[in-house]
């Protein structure tokens, strides 16, 4: 007989698909046009495609062990997958911003104060921030690419996939109905 595959195992093997997707899809960025790298869009796009191939990877794990899972294998196996994406993620990011280009976390900071000001322009605000208020912006925004500034953006990261993992792990499970009398 043949043994199941446990949710602990899927769940580190698709964080490793996320996770490597991840880092082809930032360094991929950063090569064509690292500006993008601060774009709502492209963050946004980027959580909408983990959950889209977890859910993915998530069903041909249920099918693989015949097809049923329960909630909590469900979240087990997402919430691994997540954690292990969160860890690739934080490695990247380390090594883009403070070995391959140590200059990029400031035009990052120069091209998201310049996409807010853009933004508060729109909104009739654009004279809102004086010059030492946008140099404690920039300030703040470059402490985020520190070592310390990404392990804080990833734990609070385990909170939004935490939550996204309850949803991708109530979209893989499957009760057999055939158990319930």
Known sequence: MEEKESAVKAGLNAGLILGIGSAILMFLVYFINPNF?????????????????????????????????????????????FLVLILVSFVTGILLYTVIDTGLPSRLADQSIENTLAIMEKFGAA????????????????????????????????????ILALIVAAIVKKKDKSLEY
């Open 37 to 81: 790298l601060v774009a709502g869009s492209f963050g946004f796009g980027l959580l909408i495609l983990f959950v889209v191939v977890s859910v993915v990877l998530g069903i041909r794990y249920r099918k693989s062990i015949g097809g049923f899972i329960s909630f909590g294998e469900a979240y087990k196996f997402s919430i691994i997958a």
């Open 127 to 162: 004279d809102a921030f004086n010059d030492d208020q946008i140099d404690e912006m920039k300030e703040s925004i470059l402490e985020g690419y520190t070592f310390f500034g990404l392990m804080k953006t990833n734990l609070i990261s385990l909170i939004i996939y935490g």
